[in-house]
């Protein structure tokens, strides 16, 4: 007998929830660690608390047939969405602040949910208060990009995460820039799978799937449709 598509979609649809339901736990816990203080760490922690369950809510919202289950759905992803954008982009200026330089893993973070925020959800006037002007972006990463320029590459425990969040940031850049599919004969994409792979020969399995999971959920939230975006699905796929 065939599946029924009906059916089909209501078990997944249930799965969502259950997940949904867990993520939600999360950001509440999350929120409740910063009223005991609030550090670093328990920031980030509650930026990728609202993230996940922003990501949730968009996977609910792609899989199902039910328009009203769809908007509503589209609507808490995007709130979710928003507050870890925000949470993010905190805790970069707040570091920058500090230091006089620019912390690449909450700014990376903030770049890659615009990505999805000003294709998703910029018509919306909630979400256009908030996000920050495609020029703004485009400057953040040129000055993180010389930051980068301005230190050798990292070494010993820090070699994977320093030079892997040097190749994330060249593919935000290509991607806010709407480049990655390009040059037609040997796209950018590419050449960043390769690199990926070459820092993987040194990493460890947990190291690897932060990497290809945070390209996976973009790849998940974006979609395929322009040509960019077809670029970062290849992308995930050749290095997962």
Known sequence: AGVDPEAEENAVLARLEEASSIAGEAVALADTLMTLGENTERTLIRASAYKHHGIIHAARAAATSQPEVTAAAREQARDSLLTAYSIYRDAANRALSVTGRLASYPLLNAVALWTYLARQGG???????????????????????????????????????????????????????RRLHRPPSSPQWQDFAARFREEFQRASPREIDSVTKQLRLLTLLLGTEAPELDALARLYREIA
């Open 123 to 177: 018509r919306t006037r909630k979400v256009r208060d908030v996000l920050q002007s495609k020029d703004s972006v485009m400057t953040e990463l040129e000055r993180l990009t010389e930051q980068f320029a301005g230190a050798p590459p990292a070494e010993g425990a820090k070699r994977f995460w320093d030079r892997t969040d040097r190749i994330n940031l060249e593919v935000l850049r290509s991607l806010v820039s």
